[in-house]
């Protein structure tokens, strides 16, 4: 049953390139690439409506630090 929970996930991630990628769990390709971080949301939206999107911080906040994860 767990990999039906993990395919209710995306993934939010910084690319070295500046882009964001979003990526099921364990894949090792993205399933798509957005140049800004809110349009990798919506795509991730797009791709999965019922998914929990997990967005990568990418700074310093009062909420986390960069290796944590935000709801998106």
Known sequence: M???KDS???Y???REDNTYAVRKPNSE???AVAPTQGQAI???K???PDAAVH???VRNTTGG???KWRKG
């Open 8 to 10: 209710n996930n995306l």
């Open 29 to 31: 390709r993205a399933s």
């Open 55 to 57: 967005v990568e911080r």
């Open 46 to 48: 797009q791709l999965n």
């Open 65 to 67: 630090k960069p290796d």
């Open 12 to 14: 939010i991630e910084r």
């Open 2 to 4: 767990a990999g039906k």
């Open 42 to 44: 919506e795509r991730a």
